[in-house]
């Protein structure tokens, strides 16, 4: 069973940078992936990237390639998500979730253990 906390959210400014983090415990594997989505208001989740535990093997959504960037910190156990050039829309509930069947999909239902989420509002 993996667990997932969320930190790193806030308020930010448009055109900052901000890292979120993803403490996962409970056992990993080299098939464990955890990914990052995200949700606004209204909107259904949204796909950012994930990691593969044993490789780091990384797949990202197109949309966001460029000012997003996952990774893993093997010491602290944790994924991070730096984001950088936060635009208004870009505010929601950032997520993390994990499977370890080693799929490396956005698929949302292939994801079997997920976070609380950690929000980010961006102001304009």
């Known amino acids: 069973q993996i667990q997932l906390v969320e930190s790193g959210g806030g308020l930010v400014q448009a055109g900052d940078s901000l890292r979120l983090s993803c403490a996962v415990s409970?056992?990993?594997?080299?098939?464990?992936?955890v990914a990052w989505f995200r949700q606004a208001p209204g909107n259904d989740r949204e796909f950012v990237a994930a990691?593969?535990?044993?490789?780091?093997?990384?797949y990202s959504s197109d949309s966001m390639k460029g000012r997003f960037t996952i990774s893993r910190d093997n010491a602290k156990n944790t994924v991070n998500l730096q984001m950088n050039d936060w635009k208004p829309e870009d505010t929601a509930l950032y997520s993390c979730?994990?499977?370890?069947?080693?799929?490396?999909?956005?698929?949302?239902?292939?994801?079997?253990?997920w976070g609380q989420g950690t929000q980010v509002t961006v102001s304009s």
């Open positions: 990691i593969r535990w044993g490789d780091d093997r990384i």
């Open positions: 979730a994990a499977n370890d069947r080693g799929l490396l999909t956005k698929a949302i239902s292939l994801y079997d253990y």
């Open positions: 409970g056992g990993t594997s080299k098939w464990t992936v």
